[in-house]
């Protein structure tokens, strides 16, 4: 089952723009994590955020998180054709840390 | 290439036919993670080992899949009898356990598995 839900699902913009991911969740979480997956690729894992943080920044990166509505948001400043891609939020829950998708917001950059 | 390896990266098979994947996860990750992702949706979790152990498993994985670690270092996942709706890609992850409040997991190419 999914964790949340992603919005938008998809996303569309210029190169140079600024894209903008949310994600919903059900459950408490101990920390959540962004993953960026290419066309029928792998995924990569791109930040994780702590339940006690509120925003966090790696490069052109900025995560914010509210737990009072259980969400979060993903920036990415600067948009360039590389970062095309479907970007996903996860929460790792059980014992062994099993990670729980939403369904993702695929974002195309145009040059 | 020291990252998760998965073999083959597709496979297409009849229907009715087994399967079976291979994943050797990052040499000195202890836990290893089997993920299926459907088109258009989210990685759903299959299973999961601790060294040798499969120590969780999801209402996902039917009696026709059965996945091993038996050394504790690359697992195997087969599918028996393949149906159309096993049409999927499989991903493999690996992690070397908490360190600290986190337990990042890295994840291989994924098998894209075709079942006609």
């Known amino acids: 089952s999914q964790q949340g839900e992603e919005d938008p699902q998809a996303l569309s913009i210029q190169e140079g723009e600024n894209a903008t991911m949310n994600c919903s969740y059900k459950t408490s979480i101990n920390n959540l994590q962004w993953y960026r997956q290419n066309s029928g690729r792998g995924l990569v894992h791109l930040i994780l955020i702590r339940s006690n943080e509120r925003e966090k920044h790696s490069g052109r990166l900025r995560v914010t998180l509210d737990t009072s509505k259980k969400s979060s948001s993903l920036l990415i400043t600067a948009s360039r054709a590389a970062d095309t891609a479907s970007y996903f939020c996860?929460?790792?829950?059980?014992?062994?840390?099993?990670?729980?998708f939403g369904a993702g917001t695929r974002l195309a950059v145009h040059p | 290439d020291t990252g998760v390896s998965q073999d083959p990266r597709h496979k297409i098979t009849k229907r009715g036919q087994n399967v079976t994947f291979r994943c050797d996860p990052i040499?000195?990750?202890?836990?290893l993670y089997w993920y299926r992702q459907t088109l258009g949706q989210g990685p759903e979790f299959l299973t999961y080992f601790q060294n040798e152990a499969q120590l969780e498993k999801s209402r996902l994985l039917s009696d026709r899949f059965s996945a091993e670690r038996p050394k504790g270092s690359f697992s195997t996942l087969e599918i028996q009898r393949t149906e159309q709706g096993d049409s999927a890609m499989y991903l493999c992850?690996?992690?070397?356990?908490?360190?600290?409040?986190?337990?990042?997991?890295?994840f291989g190419p994924g098998t894209r598995l075709t079942v006609l």
């Open positions: 996860a929460d790792p829950q059980g014992g062994y840390n099993k990670l729980i």
């Open positions: 040499s000195e990750h202890n836990r």
């Open positions: 992850a690996s992690s070397l356990g908490p360190t600290g409040d986190t337990d990042t997991q890295y």
